[in-house]
């Protein structure tokens, strides 16, 4: 086998120039929230590393994951599936079918041992032996336990593998269960939302192509650069809010003029995603722009907390900050278990800081 | 043994049994077995839906307003389509009517989204059984740009340089050893078919097709805020409209406009320029393989969408034709009331559920549901490893609706062919133009190639519905509506206490029913009839198999250990597992107290 190309082999054999690699690398840091300190750690590692195998299995799912990763604007995803990792299985985009497909997982797994990365995009169900998701004649979460039994880390993409999402929703009637309650000796990462936004996907996969190490991570595992605020934080029709200025009522003057849609049932004020800042899809727009509240995709559980029009309530005018900080401890103590697993991790425990600034390290 | 269904086709399980598990490129999990004879064609066939996911459930007991939400991620490919049909259910049981102008954005997104999909199917999940991308590093550029503006004389990216880079990036790929998501295809499999310059340039479009399609969706997240996954509303679309006023840059505006005309231009072009003419290319080369019409030329139905004006859904104000062909009459299209307990039943006799009876079929509004994963004495294995199904027993998540007792194709095809019979002027006019320029008889449509050929000029067919819908809206924003919701019945304090309600529409992949109940409020019972169910079907208490089975019927293999022509031919369909599995009550409760009026 021929030396495997590295992203800046297959940059200047695109016919982009020392020049613009290195302003691609720069483009990149201040992407990632990152100083100009590290745009020369950006271009040796671009110079240096073969791409990553990837093995993306798929349970319970709705592909949403997939969908979104595939509308990815900066990479442009075929730059990520051509260039900068190797994706070696997945079914939702693999030629090979049946018997051929088995054996790519398998060859996979052998060649690279403790050096690929496991993508989950949705999640196994436990009740009726596991065969509410069967693939390969099999319960699904054997195939989920076979793979991540040799993984250098797992992503957890989207709600349905970081949370449980619309199946484990009330009264879960297949036990569907997020892969961290199923893989308890392995890193993961999650990237949640319902789906997570296309560059935030492939800016984490990049972030770890690049630094050759987790991204750090917040208490419920999700990385801090994306997931560190809240919709509400960066709105930008946050001064409609401080004004007292809302929408009252669907389609009403107010809605016209994009004031705040917080009594119209707006989730931006509990909801942890960069949809206000990076928004979505080539940052065309994102909900609340278009003239919906946030339904908070990307938070745990989502689907249980009433209706998707019902005001937040314990959300006061001017106390906002302290209340819904409460609002993320709550639901950081629930994956306290988790956590306390994925501290045992070396190569996690150095990403292990707290982000949420209010929340104590001990919650 | 031999056994012949009541639907027509002979059923053989004798010969060397093949299984494909997972069927690859498709959206959930699928499983397929065949029986192939001594010569390598396809005797029996058995298709089974491996998952389930209990959405109807769960929606009990929510508020209905919610429940696009909920449907929609019933499935991300098909995104917005369970959205818009469970708003249009809503609506319909509460007695809710939508403004001219959320009529015609939920019109430009639905069809945005087949415009989407059909292309995304064609290129990323279907493509690779026709086109073999390793044979292009064979190709001559020259050749291919030859070829390029020959077939698309209009689409700019053309010249042998850039055909050339494209297959200098791919033998780079290729020679990393790192075979990404071509590993172990089987690219020297005869059943590939074409010269080395029709697959480069086929290869270059998936690429470009890669690239376009996350502008396609633009005008979702223009409208919707998102894709996938837009934000729908019961009463309208949330966005506003504010073309004259201060705050506009908060609402749809001018720019928003003009970026949504400017896409709308983009998949005109894209389809018109390269989709059309890549599959008159490849067709062209597989004009002899027209296998796989399986139910088509005899059973296919279509609830019909893209309503003219907001609220009416009578068939003749339908953009996408509505109707049922049965016994292969053509001459007849019957019409099709979604409401009538006798017209849509499902059966569970071979799907992993329990009626209590053997042999009974239930309207959705009826659909009583209990769990039961249980399998045949014939199988080959365990319950949690199957070697060999038993299709004689129950084997699939999957249920088996029929219509009037008949198994039905569902899809782009049917649609067509619907259409076709019923004289649709601009589907008539595009069929008989394919026909003429591939030089095929009208009996080629009911084919894998056709169900790939139709999905094509669907896909041109929106394309020009899309811009029609713009221009109407703009029209209707200009003549002084900017409404785009109607709030009247909002509140749960206006609606009735017991009401139910059917939203249809017809998604990429077919005819597409959410079935709801409400009572005090709240949704009392929900039910989805979907594409993949109707063609995913298992066999039903009368042994009538359904239209993914009949399809792959005496179909030679040129390699029964690969199974390119069973790929080929279920792709074809566009299957959605995650959309087709059905529902069931956690404790085995009858899940509705509705009762058929």
Redesign the interface.
Known sequence: ??P??TFYD?MR??GITRRSFMKYCSLTASALGLGPAFVPKIAHAMETK??T?VIWL?G?????????F????HP???DV??SM????????????????????LE?TIEQYRGNYILAVEGNP?LN?????????????V?KLRHAAKDAKAIISWGACASYG???A??????Q?TPVHKVITDKPIIKVPG??PI?EVMTGVITYMLTFDRLPELDRQGRPAMFYGQRIHDKCY?RPHFDAGQFVE???DEN?????CLYKMGCKGPTTYNA?STIR???G?????????GC?G?SEDGF?DQG???DRVTDLTQFGVESNADKIGMTAAAGVGGAVALHAAVSALKAAQRKTQNDVSEEA | MVVQTPNGFELDNSGRRIVVDPVTRIEGHMRCEVNVDENGVIRNAVSTGTMWRGLEVILKGRDPRDAWAFTERICGVCTGTHALTSVRAVEDALGITIPDNANSIRNIMQLNLQIHDHIVHFYHLHALDWVNPVNALRADPKATSELQQTVGPNHPLSSPGYFRDVQNRLKQFVESGQLGLFKNGYWDNPAYRLPPEADLMAVTHYLEALDLQREVVKIHTIFGGKNPHPNWLVGGVPCPINMHSTGAVGAINMERLNQVSTIIQLCQDFVRNVYIPDVVAIGGFYRDWLYGGGLSSQAVLAYGDIPEHANNFDADQLHLPRGAIINGNLDEVHDVDVRDPEQIQEFVDHSWYDYGEPGRGLHPWDGVTEARFELGANTVGSRTNIENIDEAAKYSWIKAPRWRGHAMEVGPLARYIIGYAKGHDQITDQIKGLLRTMDLPVEALFSTLGRTAARALEAEYCADLQRYFFDKLVTNIRNGDESTANIEKWEPSSWPKQARGVGMTEAPRGALGHWVSIADGRIENYQCVVPTTWNGSPRDAKGNIGAFEASLMNTPMERPDEPVEILRTLHSFDPCLACSTHVMSPDGDELTTVKVR
């Open positions: 086998m021929k495997r190309e297959v054999r695109q073969p791409r195998p798929h319970l799912e709705c592909t949403c994951c997939s969908e979104s595939i509308r990815s604007a442009l995803v075929k599936v051509l990792i190797s994706l070696d299985y997945d079914d939702t985009l693999m030629a090979a079918a049946g018997h051929a497909a088995e054996r790519a060859e169900p009726e032996d596991g065969m509410f998701c069967i693939t390969g004649g099999k319960p699904f054997e999402c619309v199946q929703a009330y009264p879960n009637p297949t569907a319902c789906p296309a029709r009522a669907w389609d809605a016209r003029k994009g004031y949809c979505w899809n080539e065309v727009s994102f909900p609340i722009q278009s003239g919906h339904i995709c689907w209706s998707f029009y």
